[in-house]
T-cell receptor
Framework: GENVEQHPSTLSVQEGDSAVIKCTYS??????FPWYKQELGKRPQLIIDIRSNVGEKKDQRIAVTLNKTAKHFSLHITETQPEDSAVYFC?????????FGTGTSLTVIP | GAVVSQHPSWVICKSGTSVKIECRSL??????MFWYRQFPKQSLMLMAT?????????EQGVEKDKFLINHASLTLSTLTVTSAHPEDSSFYICSPPAGKKGYTFGSGTRLTVV
């Protein structure tokens, strides 16, 4: 089955700096790669996603890149703000179940 | 995306009791539903898959007799935690396969067993 690895597990950045979280996957059949933000006690919220036919996608301060050959994808958050502090999960799917990364706890220091 | 209703959103139960969690697809029919759980400070892990008209399939390490899954209809899948214990306290969330309306999750159920 699919194996998704996520790094780093914790990340602290100064407000205004950029944050990058990286994930790798193993199943070349995976074709959908979402990123979720989870605040304490709440369900994961989709923040951005990318499909395998696209190499990069951007939504305001958030961007995701995908390298199908290397089987890795990354989340980039620019101009970080304190409200970006949360746990972020990457995931991979072939269209059925999701396989999640282990999560990255991001802390943005004011 | 598709709309999935999950309830209850949170429940506290005593050790030894059973708790049923419902996941309803509101605007589509789902022959399959994936159930995930998330222990505190951990990632979401697939625990089982419910299938309409057949038995659920369970991931390795998940006790099928403890986590009863029933796909009652094309719009309803239920997860019952039987004889719950404190170690079953977790966040449970359902999700159908991607369809024409995209990917979605239920709102999640936070179970606390005391």
């Amino acid at each position: 089955g699919e194996n998704v690895e996520q790094h780093p597990s914790t990340l602290s950045v100064q407000e205004g700096d950029s944050a990058v979280i990286k994930c790798t996957y193993s199943d070349s059949a995976s074709n959908y790669f979402p990123w979720y933000k989870q605040e304490l006690g709440k369900r994961p919220q989709l923040i951005i996603d990318i499909r395998s036919n696209v190499g990069e996608k951007k939504d305001q301060r958030i961007a995701v890149t995908l390298n199908k050959t290397a089987k890795h994808f990354s989340l980039h958050i620019t101009e970080t703000q304190p409200e970006d502090s949360a746990v972020y999960f990457c995931a991979a799917s072939t269209g059925n179940q999701f396989y999640f990364g282990t999560g990255t706890s991001l802390t943005v220091i004011p | 995306g598709a709309v999935v209703s999950q309830h209850p959103s949170w429940v506290i139960c005593k050790s030894g009791t059973s708790v049923k969690i419902e996941c309803r697809s509101l605007d589509f029919q789902a022959t399959t539903m994936f159930w995930y759980r998330q222990f505190p400070k951990q990632s979401l892990m697939l625990m089982a898959t419910s299938n309409e008209g057949s038995k659920a399939t369970y991931e390795q390490g998940v006790e099928k007799d403890k986590f009863l899954i029933n796909h009652a209809s094309l719009t309803l899948s239920t997860l019952t935690v039987t004889s719950a214990h404190p170690e079953d306290s977790s966040f449970y969330i359902c999700s159908p396969p991607a369809g024409k309306k995209g990917y979605t999750f239920g709102s999640g159920t936070r179970l606390t067993v005391v």
